[in-house]
């Protein structure tokens, strides 16, 4: 099930949670309802970087800034690119070193992305000498990639930990 969100100027809304965002020296301070810091994270273009603190039954920082962002940072710059011919969304996801089980669950999560509407393709790409990789999907449309991330994947189907998460409208298609 979708969870709810809902964004009002620095207030976060999901589900029944309640965030407060603050700027705090470079980077955002994320509170609770009841004033308990729960992270902080950092945006730079479209990429959102957490530091989170893991509190019990709080939401993923990385959730709340990307909310966050794409309600007061980006949505300027959606409206400036929309004009621009596109042939589709590129999503580019960076992830840290993973393990083996960690890469077939993620491999059994991209089979289930690439069947989702407007998926053109996903790759899964990695250096072999620092283990750093990245997941490279294509979309369709901004609509359908943003209604697979909110889709609900099969059993044993986990998508990597993410370090950051890049948008870009694609231009040119091989």
């Given at each position: 099930m979708a969870s709810k969100t809902h964004v009002d100027g620095n207030k976060v809304t999901i589900d029944d949670s309640l965030y407060h965002v603050s700027a705090a020296g470079g980077q955002y301070a994320v509170t609770d309802e009841f004033g308990l810091r729960t992270g902080y994270f950092s945006v730079r273009g479209r990429v959102v970087t957490p530091e989170d603190y893991g509190v019990e039954g709080a939401h993923p920082v990385l959730q709340i800034g990307k909310l966050w962002a794409a309600a007061n940072l980006w949505k300027?710059?959606?409206?400036?690119?929309?004009?621009l011919p596109t042939k589709g969304f590129c999503r580019v996801v960076t992830h840290e070193k993973a393990s083996e089980a960690d890469l077939e669950k993620a491999r059994a999560y991209r089979a289930w992305m690439r069947k989702q509407p407007g998926c053109k393709a996903s790759y899964y790409v990695t250096d072999p000498s620092s283990g750093k990789g990245m997941t490279i999907s294509i979309w369709e449309t901004r609509d359908q990639m943003?209604?697979?991330?909110?889709?609900?994947?099969?059993?044993?189907a986990v998508l990597l930990?993410?370090?950051?998460v890049e948008?870009?409208?694609?231009?040119?298609?091989?």
């Open positions: 300027a710059n959606e409206k400036s690119t929309s004009s943003n209604a697979a991330k909110e889709a609900r994947p099969p059993e044993g930990k993410s370090l950051g948008v870009f409208p694609m231009v040119e298609e091989p």
